[in-house]
């Protein structure tokens, strides 16, 4: 079974400083990972993904994750944060056969102040 | 739009009555994922369409949910007999891929809340 932690219910960062959202995964074989944001009463947006390749993902909005394998990690960052990017997070991981089912972390609030 | 679209956004019903609710897929997207979404928790799985086939229903919490996509685009989940603990947000996700190549990014719709009396 697959499985992702968010340690964090709520990350509170300055505008302007850099945030990084927590993330690890548990998954048999090699993982897909993705990074969604939900604003209030809406859907997820996709923000980024991990499939294969350099560790270092570019997304969205100026978002980044850093896969670790070691660690089975999959961090969110951002080098300066906006107030805007205040908002729930969640991260996802997929099987590596087959549909892409996602399974979701149970999120994290980011609030971003001015 | 171009996105997915899913009607009603709110639903109010009492408990024992039937619902069902609509997702309307990107146009061309192969796979559909239904999933619900409790408060303060994240999506959970509830079934996966590939065109009109149903071939995973495994998130289903009872034979009162049933799915359906006929004809392999718009897709409707219908709960009999609801139950308070039914009530959350329920979210359609459409995306391209046609289960065999590598995972691509599911667009989300903003989801119908349902809330049983």
């Known amino acids: 079974a697959q499985s992702v932690a968010q340690p964090e219910d709520q990350v509170n960062v300055a505008e302007g400083n850099p945030l990084t959202v927590k993330c690890t995964y548990s998954?048999?074989?090699?993982?897909?990972l993705f990074w969604y944001v939900q604003y209030p009463n809406r859907g997820l947006q996709f923000l980024l993904k991990?499939?294969?390749?350099?560790?270092l993902v570019k997304g969205s909005y100026g978002f980044e994750a850093e896969f670790n394998k070691s660690q089975t990690s999959f961090h969110l960052k951002k080098p300066s944060a906006l107030v805007s990017d205040s908002a729930l997070y969640f991260c996802a991981v997929s099987r590596n056969s087959g549909y892409s089912t996602l399974t979701f972390g149970k999120g994290t609030m980011l609030l971003v102040s001015p | 739009g171009a996105g997915v679209s899913q009607s009603p956004r709110y639903k109010v019903a009492k408990r024992g009555q039937d619902v069902a609710l609509r997702c309307d897929p990107i146009s061309g997207h192969v796979s559909l994922f239904w999933y619900q979404q409790a408060l303060g928790q994240g999506p959970e799985f509830l079934t996966y369409?590939?065109?009109?086939?149903?071939?995973?229903k495994s998130g289903l919490p009872s034979d009162r949910f049933f799915a359906e996509r006929p004809e392999g685009s718009v897709s409707t989940l219908k709960i009999q007999r609801t139950q308070q603990e039914d009530s959350a947000v329920y979210l359609c996700?459409?995306?391209?891929?046609?289960?065999?190549?590598?995972?691509?990014?599911?667009?989300f719709g903003d989801g119908t809340r349902l809330s049983i009396l």
């Open positions: 991990y499939i294969t390749g350099d560790n």
């Open positions: 998954v048999s074989g090699n993982p897909y």
């Open positions: 369409f590939q065109n009109e086939a149903q071939l995973d």
């Open positions: 996700a459409s995306s391209f891929e046609g289960g065999h190549t590598k995972p691509q990014p599911q667009h």
